[in-house]
């Protein structure tokens, strides 16, 4: 079963990129993973291992990819998301969502146009994780009365 059916990135060719530091490495290799078997292209910006990494760095490096029109949509993880939300929010182009279930996924899309999801590896599971990931990649920014507030986020 597809993770996600690409109502809304039919129209794109750009990869996904994914990231995240020392704790989150088993999650984001499950969660690439899944991107691919949905026939979308994944864009791993690391951490492959679990020796200590510090996650700014990689919220950078996935910010640096979205700017350079390298992905469209970002996915970040840490031990709690806590942290690499902080770092990829200082990003005015980034509006990263720490979700920890589909509906914040689906909201965060909707109604913030939020163009990376985030997931603290130690806080949420991975099939939690994968479900948020589908909702989040399948749903379109609703518009209206929220574009007006997104607008004054960048």
Do not use: W
């Not at 992905?71 to 005015?92: D, F, K, M, P, Y």
Request: charged share 20%; hydrophobic share 45%; glycine share 10%.
């Amino acid at each position: 079963m597809a993770l996600f059916s690409g109502k809304t990135l039919s129209m794109s060719t750009l990869p996904i990129a994914i990231a995240s530091d020392h704790a989150g490495v088993e999650m984001k290799s499950v969660l690439a993973e899944a991107i691919r078997a949905s026939g979308l292209e994944v864009l791993d910006l690391g951490t492959d291992g679990s020796q200590s990494v510090d996650y700014p760095d990689f919220a950078d490096a996935l910010a640096v990819a979205l700017a350079n029109g390298q992905a469209e949509r970002g996915v970040l993880i840490c031990g709690t998301g806590i942290g690499i939300s902080i770092a990829a929010n200082r990003h005015r182009h980034l509006r990263a969502a720490l979700c920890h279930g589909v509906t914040d996924a689906r909201l965060a899309r909707m109604h913030n146009d939020a163009n990376v999801i985030v997931f603290g590896a130690r806080t949420t599971g991975i099939e939690v994780a994968r479900d948020a990931l589908a909702s989040f990649l399948d749903t379109a920014f609703e518009g209206g009365r929220h574009a007006r507030r997104v607008a004054k986020l960048g």
